[in-house]
Nanobody, 126 residues
Framework: QVQLVESGGGLVQAGGSLRLSCAAS????????MGWFRQAPGKEREFIAA????????YYADSVKGRFTISRDNAKNTMYLQMNSLKPEDTAVYYC???????????????????WGQGTQVTVSS
């Protein structure tokens, strides 16, 4: 079992930055690849970024590549999403997620994610 809690969302002006955190419970956090997703009103939840179990591999959606950085600290059981150059279209609820099994490599398929946090709201004003 993995339990996830996001934090760090808020209101920011376009061009600003935020850092989201995802705190995970469970002794096997370091065995899991992890991911970030977001869901805007009226839209489906979409993949943003993923990271391997050791942080050595990452993958980004084209919409955030070059602006967002995913990272993790296994000693703290925490994953991060540094978001720079934010745009109004980045406004959404952001979720962290873990797959159903301790897959170590990067996971980009939403259907393979099983554990989800409650989400944190990010609002970017123009």
């Amino acid at each position: 079992q993995v339990q996830l809690v996001e934090s760090g969302g808020g209101l920011v002006q376009a061009g600003g930055s935020l850092r989201l955190s995802c705190a995970a419970s469970g002794r096997t956090f370091s065995s899991y690849a992890m991911g970030w997703f977001r869901q805007a009103p009226g839209k489906e939840r979409e993949f943003i970024a993923a990271i391997s179990w050791d942080g050595g591999s990452t993958y980004y959606a084209d919409s955030v590549k070059g602006r967002f950085t995913i990272s993790r600290d296994n000693a703290k059981n925490t994953m991060y999403l540094q978001m720079n150059s934010l745009k109004p279209e980045d406004t959404a609820v952001y979720y962290c997620a873990a797959p159903s099994a301790p897959i170590g490599t990067v996971v980009v398929v939403k259907g393979l994610y099983h554990y989800w946090g409650q989400g944190t709201q990010v609002t970017v004003s123009s």
